[in-house]
């Protein structure tokens, strides 16, 4: 039986409070192969397997991932995606997340954006952020 909440909305929200102080950013909780309108960011749950179960095999833990992608467009294109990655870092480790992989600048098929990649995870069970 799952007894852990995943917090993927709850996580989206808090996310999302600290990116609107970008001007003109959208955002999203959707994978999405290249955004429309930038710059752009999003952040989407890669997995919450179980960690921990007590005796009766409820699960007490989990450990929910999450990517962010980072878009910029035009002029200083890389050092906008990364203020953007590094806004959303911010964010991530005041909820207890670690970077577990990047910032990587991943390269497209359209040379003129910036796609900025950073992974998050961290042992979650089921407190508030």
């Known amino acids: 039986m799952i007894t852990v909440k995943n917090p993927v909305l709850d996580v989206f929200e808090k996310w999302l409070s600290n990116m609107q102080s970008i001007k003109g950013i959208t955002c999203s909780m959707q994978k999405s192969a290249i955004p429309n309108k930038y710059p752009y960011s999003t952040i989407y749950m890669m997995g919450a397997p179980g ?15 999450f990517q962010v992608d980072s878009y910029a467009k035009g002029q200083k294109a890389l050092s906008k995606a990364y203020e953007i990655d590094n806004i959303s870092h911010q964010a991530m480790t ?33 407190e508030s952020f």
């Open 51 to 65: 960690n921990k179960w007590d005796l009766d095999g409820n699960e007490s833990a989990i450990i929910p991932a």
């Open 94 to 126: 005041e909820m207890g997340f670690r970077r577990t992989y990047g910032p990587e600048q991943i390269e497209g098929s359209d040379k003129t954006v910036v796609r900025v990649v950073s992974r998050y995870n961290r042992l979650y069970c089921g």
